[in-house]
C-alpha cells in the first residue's frame, strides 16, 4: 500500500467479524488485518454507498478524495454528496454535491455533460451552478474523481484534468460521510493524506497524485 494514503475497509462500531460487518457502515481506511480478505484490487462495491470518514483523516485543505470506478454503458447521471451525518430524510447537510448528467443525443458530443453542483446548508440548497461541460466522464469509460480541498474551495479534478472549483459553503472538517449513487460502478475510494501540492497557474497538479490508471476494457 502507498504510504500517507488510507483505503477502503469493512468495520463497524459493533462488529469485530470481518464475515459479519454491514457493508452500509463501510469505512474509508484499511486496517492492515483486513488486507488479506481483498482478493482482488477492482472489488465492485454496492450502491449507494456511505463511506465514513474517519476523524483522523477529515478532506481538509491539503487533503484530497480519491474516486476509482467506471461510468455505466447508458447512464443517465450519477452523484456524489460530502455530507454531514448519515441520515437519507430529512436531507443532510450537504458541503458539496457533484452531479453529471448525461444527455442521450445523438446530436451531443461524446464526453459532453451536464454538471450540476450546489450545497445544502440550513434547510435550503445554495450556490447551485449548473454548465454542460466536456469532460472525460464518458459511458463505458472508466475514470478517476479527485476533489482536493483547498483554504477556501473544493476543486475537482476527472482523470488529471481541472474540470471545476466550488467554494466552500460550510466548514469542510465537518464532513464524515461520502455519498455516491447512480450510474457509475465504483472500485476504491480512498482519502490522500499526503499533502496536496498547490496549484500553479494554467497547469493540472494531479498529476503528482493520481498514481492509479484504471483499465478502459470491461
Not at 472489488?43 to 456511505?50: I, R
Not at 482536493?148 to 460521510?177: G, T, W
Not at 490522500?192 to 501540492?197: I, L, Q, T
Not at 498547490?198 to 498529476?207: L, V
Amino acid at each position: 500500500m502507498v504510504k500517507g494514503y488510507r483505503n477502503l475497509s469493512y468495520t463497524s462500531t459493533w462488529s469485530k467479524d470481518f464475515h459479519t460487518i454491514p457493508a452500509e457502515w463501510l469505512r474509508i481506511d484499511i486496517p492492515s488485518k483486513f488486507l488479506k480478505h481483498v482478493s482482488s484490487p477492482q472489488v465492485q462495491l454496492t450502491l449507494p454507498f456511505y463511506g465514513r470518514i474517519p476523524e483522523e483523516e477529515k478532506l481538509t485543505d491539503g487533503r484530497a478524495l480519491r474516486i476509482e470506478g467506471r461510468v455505466r454503458l447508458m447512464p443517465q447521471s450519477f452523484s456524489v454528496a460530502l455530507q454531514r451525518g448519515f441520515c437519507i430524510w430529512p436531507q443532510p447537510t450537504v458541503s458539496l454535491l457533484f452531479r453529471p448528467s448525461f444527455v442521450r443525443n445523438s446530436h451531443v458530443k461524446v464526453g459532453k455533460a451536464i454538471i450540476t453542483r450546489s450545497a445544502f446548508i440550513n434547510g435550503a440548497w445554495v450556490n447551485r451552478e449548473v454548465s454542460r461541460l466536456h469532460t472525460h466522464l464518458r459511458p463505458g469509460k472508466a475514470f478517476v474523481i479527485i476533489i482536493a480541498c483547498r483554504k477556501q474551495c473544493y476543486e475537482l479534478f476527472v482523470n488529471s484534468k481541472l474540470l471545476l472549483a466550488f467554494k466552500h459553503q460550510m466548514n469542510p472538517a465537518d464532513v464524515d460521510i461520502v455519498n455516491i449513487r447512480g450510474d457509475v460502478k465504483l472500485w476504491n475510494i480512498v482519502v490522500e493524506s499526503a499533502k496536496v501540492p498547490q496549484r500553479k497557474s494554467g497547469r493540472s497538479i494531479m498529476g503528482h497524485i493520481s498514481r492509479i490508471r484504471l483499465n478502459d476494457n470491461e
